[in-house]
């Protein structure tokens, strides 16, 4: 899988870095383990932030400028690293999809990123472009519908977008059925603490989703 980021994107935010990650994966319902450590982690993370405090977060800013520097509104579209830090600063709990989606989510409260994951088997061709949504480009979000991503960076497959940093599309999401996992980290602040993020991503995989043949992608 190649990954190219758009020179218009290169424009509007410079300091972008990514990080993908595949690997052959089992996928689960539930891991009580894991969700034991999604609870652990939340209690921890309510003592250390508020909703106003975490608008600071340097991943999180960063993602919220790129937002307005591509031509969103960032608190009309939350990206979805914010989304989730805020739902459970609010005292509720994060959602519980599947094992493959909650220790991705955990990553990004972790670190505050917004991460997509999509079913690699899913997507159309060898590669993707990360560039900004068009006026009228169809775009289904999961459980959202269609979504007007105009302004919005995006990565796009042979046939069409399948990640937002507010929402990753129906076409290429995961499911039970995955076996093959691309998963990736969107920095907009830069390579600072990506790294640490992708270490424990794999980590996760590999505990919890018996993760082999992990490939790592720097773009």
Known sequence: MQIEVSDEIKKACPCF???AIMAKVKNTS????LWKAIDAFTIMYRDMYTTDSIKDMV?????????KKCGKDPSRYRPSGEALCRRILRGIPLYQIDTLVDLINLVSIRYGYSIGGFDADKIQGDSLVLGIGKEGEPYEGIGRGELNIAGMPVYRDAIGGIGTPTSDHERTKLGLETTHLLTIINGYSGKDGLQNAADYMVELLKNYASAEDVIIIEF
């Open 17 to 19: 870095a990514g990080i």
């Open 30 to 33: 539930y891991n009580e383990a």
């Open 59 to 67: 991943t999180i800013k960063a993602t919220r400028e790129a937002y």
